[in-house]
């Protein structure tokens, strides 16, 4: 049973992480094979104060983020 997991900066919509984990869910079947019942999708949601780049918190190289 495939896990997938998308660790991302948070303020996306629930549509759209919604239809991330159906493109991902189509797409892992498609390349792997077996049923798209049995895959797993986890997203991971972080502030910008939460992640670098560098070693600078996203939340200073982007303050709009």
């Keep these: 049973m495939p896990f997938v997991q998308v660790?991302?900066?948070e303020g996306r919509t629930v549509e759209q992480k919604?239809?991330?984990m159906k493109r991902?869910?189509?797409a892992t079947a498609?390349?792997?094979g077996g049923d798209p019942q049995r895959i797993r999708v986890a997203l991971y949601e972080v502030d910008s104060d939460e992640w670098?780049?560098?070693g600078v918190p996203i939340s200073v190289l982007r303050p709009d983020a």
Excluded: R, Y
């Design 7 to 9: 660790t991302m900066l």
């Design 30 to 32: 498609e390349v792997l």
């Design 18 to 20: 919604h239809e991330l």
């Design 52 to 54: 670098a780049i560098g």
């Design 24 to 26: 991902l869910t189509e």
